[in-house]
């Protein structure tokens, strides 16, 4: 969760290194510091709350240096605060670190280390790692071999940024297992270091990814990419697409409006030149490497992802067994590894995530593989760690999603599961030419009709004002709209701090119910699909306990217009394309109470965008 900037060129570091960490500031953080090689010997400033400080503190006694390191933080081990805030400094000095990551065994190390002299001055983990870094300077090793001696000791994913008076004109960096990316930006004459491509995006398109248990020299002349256990790995340099403008609110008073604005675009982007509309209305999927053979091979799918991923799995789940008939499990990735679940060669588990490097959903994907399981994920972040671990992987096309508070990359991977079904289900023959033609020429609309959700914003600022005043809610949905119920209740909770439940309508005679008065409102998604009937009876239900009820409706629906207090309307949508549109004023929703409630919109406390440890 924690960001990560690094710098060494003939620049001033100092500047590059705090706008860098102010573009990673939706990974959340409640500390945050940098260090920088200034006359040679190493200056570091550091802080408890948000970057405004770190600025203060650099702006009062200003550092100036052509080599440094950042970090924001979100406190594991130890409380917010200067002394627990990276970077940290060795006790000679000499030799600074930043780290992502828990050290699992630090209890031993620091045992360890204190017994051999080391002098502790935080009470993070972090700080056991350059104690070990001295340990073996001072036993003569050069720095990287000092690095990766140290590394070795260490039990639990981590990366890892280190640099040193030793060696002023290098920065080591480390990566093992998936405890956040590692990316190399490629610049003339200079070099850059990012825990994530925001960071770096404005300084060079060229960049290197850290794979797990490999570790880089960075100088300013380039970028040396060893295994730690000393083998030459030799370079990949890929070429980044996405413009550093995107990463910026632009007219927008927060990155979550903008974000959810942008759904027009990012749904287009995601199936421009995956469909043919014209001849013979297929899928194309290519980066799945998926054949007639391997999909007729398929006996179960697994679901795995964490939060708002999850969700998108959920409707994943309807469709892909609707229209492909492969039976489908979604499974929560943090529960999925520790259950001992049967997976064989014959099972395929589909990975869902944002950043691709969401820890519980790569340790998932590990167990998959473990146990002969073909793997896939659907991901936004080019070149993230689960779309790199999987055979097959399909591209989420939302650009970067700045805002904690997950939108257009839920949207996305809703039409990307709504296509992997059409593309199995041609592929195994469960699928006729006549209903697959129906069901792509249905994706033509869709960039359309949530252009139409977006445009009804006025009336959901109304219902927002209503209800900025509520302190429970409770959301309903059936069949292929029960994960919205969830995701609509899990976006008011995340962004406005109110308690939201999010429910299978037919469960709430056994025991929602009990808590439903006029109170407590209740959202109900009830558009014109299979399941209409059923959700009028649970409104009628709510209505009878007097409950305030906000329906989400299809347009023109005045049954249910005559019967609620309040209306969020939709266009009319084909029901399997229906969690695209009806979510959207569910976030819409959110994002207006939040906002109306004065709250960080896009930095929601306790929150980060980016989960990398459990």
């Not at 508070?405 to 709504?418: F, I, M, N």
């Not at 209740?522 to 239900?541: L, N, T």
Request: hydrophobic residues 45%; glycine residues 8%.
């Amino acid at each position: 969760m924690c960001g990560i900037v690094g710098y060494i060129g003939s620049r001033d570091a100092t500047p590059i290194i705090l706008n860098g960490l102010k573009r990673l500031e939706y990974r959340g953080y409640d500390s945050a510091g940098l260090a920088v090689l200034q006359d040679g010997a190493i200056q570091v400033r550091r802080d408890a709350g948000k970057l405004a400080r770190l600025q203060t503190l650099v702006d009062e006694a200003p550092l100036n240096g052509h080599v440094g390191i950042g970090h924001t933080r979100w406190a594991t081990h130890g409380e917010p605060s200067a002394r627990n805030a990276h970077p940290h400094l060795g006790m000679t000095g000499e030799v600074v670190v930043v780290h992502n990551g828990i050290v699992e065994n630090y209890i031993e190390l620091r045992q360890e280390l204190a017994a051999e002299g080391a002098i502790f001055n935080s009470e993070t983990d972090s700080e056991v790692i350059v104690h070990l870094i001295e340990r073996y300077l001072s036993a003569g090793k050069g720095l990287t071999e000092a690095v990766r001696q140290a590394l070795v000791h260490l039990k639990g994913a981590h990366g890892i940024v280190t640099l040193s008076t030793h060696e002023p004109d290098k920065i080591i960096s480390a990566r093992i297992g998936n405890a956040g990316g590692v990316v190399i930006g490629i610049g003339e004459g200079e070099m850059f270091i990012a825990s994530d491509l925001p960071a770096i995006l404005e300084h060079t398109r060229e960049v290197v990814f850290l794979e797990s248990r490999q570790l880089a020299v960075v100088a300013r002349e380039g970028v040396q990419v060893q295994t730690l256990e000393g083998k030459k790995v030799n370079l990949s340099i890929h070429h980044v697409a996405w413009d550093p403008v995107s990463a910026e609110k632009g007219e927008y008073r927060h990155f979550m409006a903008k974000e959810i604005h942008e759904q027009v675009r990012s749904l287009t982007d995601t199936i421009a030149g995956r469909v043919d509309f014209e001849n013979g209305h297929g899928v194309r999927l290519p980066e799945l490497h998926l054949t007639a053979e391997k999909a007729r091979r398929i006996k179960k799918i697994f679901i795995t992802a964490c939060g708002t991923a999850a969700h998108a799995g959920m409707v994943g789940k309807v469709l892909i067994e609707h229209i492909a008939r492969i039976p489908v499990e979604v499974d929560i990735a943090s529960e999925f590894r520790y259950r001992d679940p049967i997976v064989d060669a014959d099972t395929t588990v589909l990975a869902i995530s944002q950043s691709g490097e969401t820890a519980d959903t790569l340790a998932a994907m590990e167990e998959a593989r473990r146990k002969g399981a073909m793997l896939w994920s659907i991901v936004n972040a080019i070149g993230s760690q689960a779309m790199r671990l999987a055979d097959g992987y399909i591209s989420m096309q939302s650009g970067p999603e700045i805002g904690v508070a997950s939108t257009k990359a839920y949207t996305a991977p809703l039409v990307d599961l709504y296509m992997l079904a059409i593309l199995l289900g041609s592929l195994r023959g469960s699928l006729d030419k006549p209903s697959r033609r129906r069901l792509v020429s249905d994706l033509r609309l869709i960039p359309d009709l949530a252009g139409r959700c977006l445009d009804r914003e006025g009336q959901v600022e109304q219902v927002a004002y209503a209800l900025k005043d509520v302190q429970h809610c409770l959301y309903l949905g059936r069949g292929i709209n029960m994960p919205t119920a969830y995701e609509g209740a899990l976006k008011l909770k995340e962004i406005s701090y109110i308690h939201a439940e999010g429910y299978p309508a037919g469960e709430m005679k056994h025991g929602p119910i009990a808590l439903i008065d006029r109170t407590m409102p209740v959202v109900v998604i009830a558009p014109r699909d299979p399941w209409y009937d059923k959700m009028f009876s649970q409104i009628e239900q709510a209505k009878a306990r007097g409950a305030v009820v906000v329906a989400l409706a299809t347009d023109s629906d005045e049954r249910i217009a005559n019967i609620v207090d309040y209306v969020l309307w939709v266009p009319e949508t084909p029901w399997m394309l229906s969690p695209v549109t009806t979510v959207i004023p569910l976030q819409l929703l959110a994002y207006h109470i939040a906002a109306i409630r004065g709250l960080d919109v896009d930095q929601p406390r306790n929150l980060a965008k980016s989960v990398t440890v459990e």
